[in-house]
């Protein structure tokens, strides 16, 4: 009972590999490879050879036992077979028997994964990379002719021939330069074209997790140039990161930051979060201390970076996509045109406690800006009179207020504003952002 049931499975396997290898000639790995998800840890060149060996031993036993139609058979499918047949086939007729080159690969698979492998360890060698992954291009007419017998077959266990490519090119990188294979964030993607015989290396982006300060004003976050093709400040944060392009061997530097502030506001306090991204980094083994060491080293003392960690795209649509949430705290230091009395500050600050703000796009960046209105909370407001006409305000909103507005009103588009409420005209004459929350809690104080 148990025999009959095992039977009927040997049978489906076999009879897949006969009908295969009557009507195509297949080596070892392309017949393995029809089988290959049926058993673990072999090779597909073993599971081809191990078929076509029991096929071998059938048509030998058929000849033995004088059945007419073994000699007709082992004609047939010698062609097909390959080495496993040769002896015997010597044995029987008395000559040599001519291969026929495997439809698929026309023979070559090993030799192919020898060369691409080679190949691929010569190219990646000398590149301080850790992590890779193995992608593979085969041309279509093959893909379509394993689509072909994939279907025509039956051949549910089959696996491409691009799988294996990867799996076996793999390999040989590990065990040659003992790299591991990652499929998430390789450093490297390895590509192999098959059957041109070519290998190509795709350095992926670096992504490093971070906070930035921006200590000096007149420092803008990305390099600005003006239409006549003159840079609009002296410095960036994306030039104090610069450094970084040629410490990882990169070919550009991207930095995605939760927000930005204008070129005259200073980033202080906690710092901006950011992950910079450099594309195409070919030197990976660079600790994250050691980058960031260089980087302040070299700002200038303008800006000032902190680097945490290795990062990923998830997290770079984290920090884009959450800006608006975020929630900042200001300090700006206000001028009045007149004596402004504590009052008048005091009534500021019980005014805006939790107050909805809204604001068109302010005249200075009309032109560049979508002119819209938005709406935007201001949390809460603190003051601190530092003469009769300069006050300091710390500011807690969310994130898109356009405070140097929230403070002169920028002529009523934005109300209620700090001039509005104090009857005042009153001029924004310095802007740091102290805070910048990762969480937006609905309401709290100022810290
Ligand atoms: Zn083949």
Redesign the pocket.
Known sequence: MVDDVILGNVEWILRKAMRLLHENA??D??LGRMFALLGRGWSNRERGDTIKRLIVMSIHRMIREGQEEGEKLLKEFAPNIGEQVKDLYKTVFGQEVSFRP?V??G?K?DKVIAELGKQAVEKLRGYRVKTFLVAAHVDDNVKRLEEHLRIEYGLQYAESIGSELKREVSKIIQSQLGLKPDFNYPDVVVEVWFPLLQVSLRFQPLLLEGRYWKIGRRVSQSTWITRRGVKRCPFSVEEALLPLLELYDGTQLVLHAAGREDVDVRMLGTGRPMVVEIKEAKRRDISVKEAMEYVNHWSRGLVSVELVGRSNREHVRKIKGEKAKHVKTYRALVVASRNIDGDKLRKLEEYFDNIVVRQRTPRRVRHRRPDVVRERRVYNVKIKPISSRVFEALIRCEGGLYVKELIDGDGGDTTPSFAEVVGEELYCAELDVVAVEEVAPSKGEVQ
């Open positions: 297949l080596c790995n392309c495997c698929i690969c023979s698979l």
